[in-house]
């Protein structure tokens, strides 16, 4: 178990510009789900995939943002035309969905997060 | 939206004492799980207590919870200097993609 791992730790941007993240989740989970968390705060949650599918996303997550798991393994996630109020750190987490026979109760396990700063 | 809601937000302890954190919630739940996070790092996965349990240990963490009241509770035992973290509860709802809300933390701070 290789834990969750996100890139880059740390991103500086200037407001406008188009930034990507990525997350590779422990490798035999089928669920990954992005969250932002602001200084002081909880994270919130932003969207969440099944393998590829991209199954629920967060009014938070404006039209400037995306995500992709292309091959159901890794993720990205993209924000576009960056604002100041993006600033916030990133957290990406997986967990073992339901299988059959499984307990459907399962933790989530985070990476480190990526911290975006907009200048 | 944040759904659960800590009490204390932040505390200050000795080693060795307990530490008692109470989390409340707003709706159905599959499960109620507690997170310690780190400044500047993620969130590590404590305990994860299903909503038909009423407590649950783990090692010197002790979690309750009352489905009736809407509200679970975190002791930690023996506190050591490492206990020093954010810690949060989050809620899994009942018919919700296993997505969490969780709680504004709580901070505590543990005096060698």
């Known amino acids: 178990d290789t834990g969750v791992s996100q890139n880059p730790r740390h991103k500086i941007t200037k407001r406008g510009q188009n930034v990507t993240f990525r997350c590779d989740p422990i490798?035999?989970?089928?669920?990954l789900y992005w969250y932002r968390q602001t200084l002081g705060q909880g994270p919130e949650f932003l969207t969440y995939?099944?393998?590829?599918?991209?199954?629920?996303k967060s009014r938070l997550l404006s039209d400037r943002f995306s995500a992709e798991r292309p091959k159901g393994s890794f993720s990205t996630l993209e924000i576009q035309r960056t604002e100041q109020g993006d600033s916030a750190m990133y957290l990406c987490?997986?967990?073992?969905?339901?299988?059959?026979?499984?307990?459907?109760?399962?933790?989530?396990?985070f990476g480190d997060g990526t911290r975006l700063s907009i200048l | 939206s944040q759904q659960g809601e800590e009490d204390p937000q932040a505390l200050s302890i000795q080693e060795g004492e307990n530490a008692t954190m109470n989390c409340s919630y707003k709706t159905s739940i599959n499960n109620l799980q507690w997170y310690r996070q780190n400044s500047g790092r993620g969130l590590v996965h404590l305990i994860l207590i299903r909503s038909n349990e009423r407590e649950k240990h783990s090692g010197r963490l002790r979690v309750t919870l009352d489905t009736s009241k809407k509200s679970s509770s975190l002791l930690i035992t023996a506190s050591r200097a490492a206990d020093t973290a954010s810690y949060f509860c989050?809620?899994?709802?009942?018919?919700?993609?296993?997505?969490?809300?969780f709680g504004k933390g709580n901070q505590v701070v543990v005096i060698p």
């Open positions: 987490a997986s967990s073992d969905g339901m299988v059959t026979g499984k307990d459907s109760n399962q933790p989530q396990h």
């Open positions: 490798s035999e989970h089928n669920r």
């Open positions: 989050a809620t899994d709802p009942l018919y919700g993609n296993n997505r969490l809300a």
């Open positions: 995939f099944q393998n590829e599918a991209q199954l629920e």
